[in-house]
């Protein structure tokens, strides 16, 4: 289990508390990325990132329009650079790490997202996630009202309501209806918070419990009003004998119990969980009100 150095704290802490946007959406994707591989310089992953930025400036656009916008991110990053999502591996967890989607070009939906969503910005251009399921997609606005949905997993293709319809084929295997929902734009930190949670699930699925207690321990710190992320935090630390943290985590779930849904079953876990450690006599716990 890593534990997050103070610098790096501080800066997922201050996602936490800002009001949805990073500055740098990239950046901070790689600072997440830096966790899991210490000691790496951030200096190439930096130059790679400018580097994008001045070969979309070079594409000397004329148009603004948002098609025309979408097509030279896409000759940028799929043309040039050869960003693609990786589908002959699509579990590994390097796919949501982002200095390795650099180093390969290769990565999930999401992840590619924030590289193109940061390369769009250093042009000024407005461009943003969806909130369309279970494939990550960004919409790029330009004058006009003109605006266009890219998937960055698929090369920056265009998407077309046939399109769309496609893929929500494909993952539900029914007849695709799409929702307003779909098209509900996510905050930055949103985004940052479905990259880890990418990793977290791939972490589960391998039984690594160190490594998702280490996912976890950031998502509380980058969204911290989601309790789920408390709670499912400190029951893993309770499960691996971190017992004065899983304490504190829980006890922080009782006096906010009531931002969960179904919470009188919530409540009930975390008063057993709390109650088997006493029994145990592993360490002294407050009073747990019934």
Not at 28 to 34: C, E, I, P
Not at 171 to 187: I, K, M
């Amino acid at each position: 289990m890593s534990v997050i150095a103070a610098d790096y704290r501080e800066r997922l802490t201050a996602v936490g508390v800002g009001d949805g946007r990073v500055d740098n959406i990239a950046a901070m994707a790689l600072v997440l990325a830096a966790l899991d591989r210490p000691g790496i310089s951030f200096q190439k992953y930096d130059h790679h990132l400018k580097i994008l930025g001045l070969d979309l400036a070079a594409e000397k656009l004329v148009s603004e329009m948002a098609a025309d916008r979408a097509r030279a991110l896409s000759n940028v990053m799929h043309g040039r650079h050869d960003y693609s999502g990786n589908r002959a591996y699509y579990d590994d967890l390097q796919n949501a790490n982002l200095m390795s989607v650099i180093d390969s070009r290769k990565g999930l939906p999401v992840a590619l997202a924030v590289l193109y969503i940061q390369t769009a910005r250093s042009m000024g251009w407005p461009v943003e996630g969806l909130k369309f399921p279970r494939h990550f997609l960004i919409r790029l606005y330009g004058v006009n009202s003109s605006q266009v949905i890219i998937d960055p997993f698929n090369d920056g293709k265009i998407m077309d309501a046939r399109d769309l319809r496609r893929l929500i084929q494909e993952f539900t295997g029914a007849e695709a209806t799409l929702r307003p929902e779909y098209y509900q734009p996510v905050t930055d930190r949103e985004i940052l918070v479905r990259l880890l949670d990418n990793i977290k699930v791939r972490c589960l699925k391998a039984s690594d419990l160190g490594q998702t207690i280490s996912i976890l321990s950031r998502l509380v710190l980058i969204n911290p009003g989601n309790m789920h992320y408390h709670y499912e935090l400190g029951m893993l630390l309770a499960h691996v004998g971190k017992n004065e943290p899983a304490i504190h985590r829980l006890r922080h779930c009782l006096d906010n119990i009531e931002k969960f849904d179904q919470n009188d079953l919530i409540r009930q876990q975390i008063v057993n969980m709390l109650q088997d450690m006493a029994t145990d006599n592993i360490v002294r716990l407050p009073e747990v009100d019934k």
